[in-house]
């Protein structure tokens, strides 16, 4: 009887992991599926730039899923094992982390795959360090190597942070502080605006959207490489931006009846000449115009 019962646990036991098993593989799958038109689109953006999504052995992405793997990602499986309802979770961290691995995305979107992997795991993980952390034998040691693995990152910010300037090739291409005053103070909430003074060989999004809450009608090529849209649109929008004025795409058509348009651009007598724009602010040979 005793045989019998053990076997039966064992049979139950193997029907509970291949049920868990086909849950989290069935999560996986569904969570790929729905991953799938973000990867081939953003693979496809860009003004000039059509390449698609293809399988591609990405080593940036294994070393950080490895390395984050060792702290967050298996920590989180190992204390999400056995427990209810996590086959979702748990098909979702695989869905993230493998195209990150096997995939080659331009723009580096790989990052934004593991990131949110990450951020899913960060709450198991904390839990599963913690429980480990209370064994008297082990605290010295895990806490040693927390903080021997976070260190060279913190180490990097700190001399990021320390080492930036306006003037480095990753800061934020933005106009003079007087000019982004003037958005803020001279222009509606709902304004859009053109940058005629980004700079495009910047690796970096411009700086205008996020000081000054207005939206940016071009980004620049380095941010429309880093997102799917649609390639013909950008390059009417790229265009238009050289030209400032509203381009003829069908979503700024739409947009140039609600909303009104406002010009940055280096100050000279033949811009400031077109009785199209109207003058608000200068500064530092830089200028603000709306345009009429």
């Known amino acids: 009887m005793h ?21 989290t593989a069935a999560a996986a799958i569904i969570g790929l599926a729905a991953l799938a038109p973000y990867l081939w689109q953003v693979s496809a953006g860009g003004v000039a730039l059509a390449t698609h999504a293809s399988p591609s052995f990405a080593p940036r992405g294994l070393v950080s899923a490895a390395y984050a793997g060792a702290f967050l990602l298996l920590p989180a499986w190992f204390a999400l094992r056995g427990r209810e309802h996590t086959a979702s979770l748990q098909g979702m961290l695989v869905a993230l982390v493998l195209p990150a691995c096997a995939l080659g995305v331009p723009g580096e979107n790989q990052s934004k795959l593991l990131n949110l992997a990450f951020v899913l795991a960060a709450a198991p993980a904390a839990c599963a360090w913690a429980r480990a952390i209370e064994r008297p034998a082990w605290r010295t040691a895990l806490a040693g190597l927390l903080v021997a693995s976070q260190l060279p990152t913190l180490l ?16 934020p291409s933005r106009p003079p502080g007087a000019i982004l005053a003037a958005v803020r103070t001279e222009t509606s909430p709902d304004a859009v605006l053109e940058d005629m003074t980004l700079d495009e060989q910047r690796g970096a999004a411009p700086a205008l959207p996020g000081e000054t809450g207005r939206a940016l009608l071009w980004g620049g090529t380095f941010m429309a490489h880093k997102w799917g849209l649609d390639v013909e649109a950008l390059k009417l929008r790229r265009d238009a931006a050289a030209r400032g004025e509203w381009p003829a795409d069908t979503a700024a058509a739409a947009t140039r009846s609600r909303r009104p348009l406002w010009i940055v651009f280096r100050d000279d007598s033949a811009r400031t000449a077109d009785l199209r724009w109207r003058v608000a602010a200068r500064a530092e040979g830089i200028v603000l115009a709306r345009l009429q």
Not at 157 to 169: F, H, Q
């Open 3 to 23: 045989g019998a019962a053990v076997a039966g646990a064992l049979a139950a036991g193997s029907r509970t992991q291949r049920a868990v098993l086909v849950r």
């Open 156 to 171: 990097a910010l700190l001399c990021a942070y320390a080492l930036e300037s306006p003037a480095s090739l990753d800061a």
